[in-house]
């Protein structure tokens, strides 16, 4: 059982940056890929970026591409959400999820990630 717990969220104002943790704990050494979701007031979850443990390959929504960086530190069990130039549309509660075990192309949809953790609200302020 993987244990999931992120931090970092708050109210900064448009232009503003936030780095979000994910500390996982428990089971930690099959997670194959990490990733950041969100879902904003009344929206679907919606995939953000992505870190595949085997290689710390990198994968990013077109939305953030070139603001948001993913990155983990193994030591420490912890994955990272850099997040630069933030705008009024990253508002939103933000999830890290554990995909256990191995690859799935689907790994752009919540559905194949087997942890979750409760979520970090951001909110951008114009």
């Known amino acids: 059982q993987v244990q999931l717990v992120e931090s970092g969220g708050g109210l900064v104002q448009a232009g503003d940056s936030l780095r979000l943790s994910c500390a996982a704990s428990?089971?930690?050494?099959?997670?194959?890929?990490m990733a950041w979701f969100r879902r904003a007031p009344g929206k679907e979850r919606e995939f953000v970026a992505a870190?595949?443990?085997?290689?710390?390959?990198?994968y990013y929504d077109d939305s953030v591409k070139g603001r948001f960086t993913a990155s983990r530190d193994s030591a420490k069990n912890t994955v990272y959400l850099e997040m630069n130039k933030l705008r009024p549309e990253d508002t939103a509660t933000y999830y890290c999820?554990?995909?256990?075990?191995?690859?799935?192309?689907?790994?752009?949809?919540?559905?194949?990630?087997?942890?979750w953790g409760q979520g970090t609200q951001v909110t951008v302020a114009s």
């Open positions: 870190i595949r443990y085997s290689n710390d390959q990198t």
């Open positions: 999820a554990a995909l256990m075990g191995g690859p799935s192309p689907n790994y752009r949809l919540p559905n194949p990630y087997d942890y």
């Open positions: 428990g089971g930690t050494s099959r997670i194959y890929t």
